[in-house]
């Protein structure tokens, strides 16, 4: 344990420059980062919710610099086939022989942190390609299993503007994604600093601060951060409640048709270990399952017509649930 406590340390210590190596480029949205930060070190996956020019691709591309990953961007497109993303069986000749065999090129898949852009403008079954390689951590061509390089984290976006001709996610793939998260316009101040910085000739220098095997060994000392008891039955007990059952409160009998599932709850309480080992912390408490209560409900509960006519939005739903059970 002793050595698990200075890990955690060192670790915090990592995660501070990391974010200080971000922001060379970045220039605020701190809550995105962090949360990104926590999805990636346990193992989850995001799906980023943002109009164009928020500088998504740019903020996913610093972070694999940062971390010293490989990166990959998927344009998905409406003829966007499965094969474009986990590779093709070519064929190929053998020039001293003369024989012909079939070679495996791999996709884009194969990389570190994959950034599958507009996800919802390709078909379902493109979309399930990604999906199963999420899931699995592996790709199967030809009947041949390729496994994918760890550590393994995809980010999805999705432009919340533009809804003709999507294909939305549905439920069962949208709980697959740890953390939905919504990226907001910056402030005034910061959109002034975004156009001094981006529109002069200084490009910062991005130093790379941690390897794959680090990184994978900090997702290990996560997955063994203690949680007291009482920390896992307010995360059980928030996502029971969202639950429209025989037993949910009026607010949410009136206003949602379904609630989150118990994958809601491996994320709430992996999620409150991976910030409190951010922060330097060696056991989470329920105000780390309510940050990211947010990010792990917003998508896995579905509203009703009656929400929809009253405008009741996913986050309010979410915000009374905490207030309710806390």
Request: aromatic share 8%; net charge negative.
């Amino acid at each position: 344990m002793g050595s698990d406590v200075e890990k955690l340390k060192e670790f915090s210590k990592v995660i501070k420059n990391i974010k200080e190596e971000i922001a060379k480029v970045i220039i605020g949205q701190d809550d995105i980062i962090e949360h990104l930060l926590i999805s990636l070190f346990a193992r989850g996956h995001c799906l980023l919710i943002g109009v164009p020019g928020l500088a998504k691709t740019l903020l996913i591309r610093t972070l694999a610099q940062v971390l010293d990953l490989k990166f990959s961007r998927i344009q998905f497109t409406p003829d966007l086939m499965p094969g474009d993303i986990t590779g093709t069986e070519i064929i190929e000749e053998d020039t001293s022989t003369g024989q012909k065999k079939f070679k495996f090129v791999k996709g884009p898949i194969f990389a570190n942190i994959i950034l599958a852009d507009e996800i919802n403008r390709t078909p379902p079954k493109t979309q399930s390609a990604l999906l199963e390689a999420m899931q699995e951590h592996s790709v199967t061509a030809a009947g041949t299993l390729y496994k994918l390089s760890e550590p393994f984290f995809v980010l999805a976006t999705q432009n919340p503007i533009e809804q003709e001709g999507t294909y939305p996610l549905p439920e069962a793939q949208l709980d697959r994604f740890m953390f939905n998260l919504w990226l907001d316009y910056p402030s005034f101040d910061e959109e002034v600093q975004i156009v001094k910085s981006t529109t002069s000739e200084n490009l910062p220098v991005i130093n790379k601060l941690i390897s794959d095997k680090e990184i994978i060994e900090f997702q290990d000392l996560i997955r063994r951060v203690p949680v007291a008891d009482n920390v896992v039955n307010f995360a059980v007990n928030l996502v029971r409640a969202s639950r429209p059952t025989n037993g949910a409160t009026k607010f949410i009998k009136e206003f949602l048709s379904y609630g989150a599932g118990p994958r809601a709850s491996q994320y709430l309480i992996l999620g409150a270990k991976s910030r409190a080992a951010l922060q330097g912390r060696f056991t989470p408490d329920i105000d780390d399952v309510k940050n990211v209560a947010l990010p792990v409900l917003r998508h896995r509960i579905v509203t009703n017509f009656k929400a929809e006519a009253e405008n009741i939005s996913h986050n309010e739903i979410i915000e009374q649930l905490i207030s309710e059970n806390s």
